[in-house]
């Protein structure tokens, strides 16, 4: 698979979902976001192909420590090649319901919640989901380093980096070739202060300079 269609394919995995298909869940007086586990398959099945990946249950049973909880583990499989088959675990769990008296109200619907729950973690290890797990700052910042980087602004942040490295005499020699190459004009302060083409060749005078003895 090339690094191109894996792109792809994470891309459209991790797309986030429209609002009226999450749910909110309070949990310890907290409001939880979440997908059900239905249109987590959706997307799996509508991304990878229905007939591409599959999930098995490693294990699905009351925990050891506290039997009030179900834990299960939950293993997906991707065949994304005839050579490449990408695997991904989760483990969920959930907490039995009981009435009043103390009786259990439906061991069956905690199993099947527990594996739901594992099965969205190891959707979530791929992409599903993603962002609802992740905090805004976290999303903010990989937002900003994936954003497009305006040319002139990273030539300049360049020239400014070498340029701080020179000593006085060679700052004023930088300080002459920039006056030749713009018909003495007054010094760039920031990078929309010359075009690209100035900014390259201040950069490369830098360079020059940097290394001359």
């Not at 999930?55 to 065949?79: K, N, Q």
């Not at 980096?161 to 006056?179: P, Y």
Request: net charge negative; glycine share 6%; with cysteine.
């Amino acid at each position: 698979m090339s690094e191109t269609t894996k792109k792809d394919i994470y891309g459209a995995l991790s797309e986030p979902f429209p609002q009226e298909m999450e749910r909110t869940l309070n949990k310890g007086g907290t409001n939880l976001t979440y997908i059900p586990v239905s249109e987590v398959i959706n997307r799996l099945n509508k991304v990878l192909g229905a007939d591409s990946w599959s999930f098995v249950v490693l294990r699905c049973e009351r925990d050891a420590i506290d039997p009030d909880f179900v834990v299960a583990h939950v293993r997906i499989e991707y065949r994304a090649s005839e050579s490449t088959l990408v695997s991904r675990d989760g483990i969920g769990g959930q907490k039995i319901k009981r009435t009043k008296q103390g009786a259990i109200v439906d061991l069956g619907d905690e199993f099947k919640g527990a594996i739901s729950d594992a099965l969205k973690k190891a959707a979530q290890t791929m992409g599903v989901g993603l962002y609802l797990a992740r905090s805004d700052e976290a999303i903010e910042i990989e937002q900003a380093m994936d954003a497009p980087v305006d040319e002139s602004v990273q030539i300049w942040d360049n020239f400014v980096s070498l340029s701080k490295g020179l000593d006085e005499s060679k700052r004023s020699q930088l300080n002459e070739f920039w006056a030749k190459i713009s018909n003495n004009a007054p010094k760039p302060r920031k990078s929309s202060d010359a075009s690209i083409d100035q900014l390259n060749e201040l950069q490369a005078e830098a360079v020059r300079l940097s290394f001359e003895k």
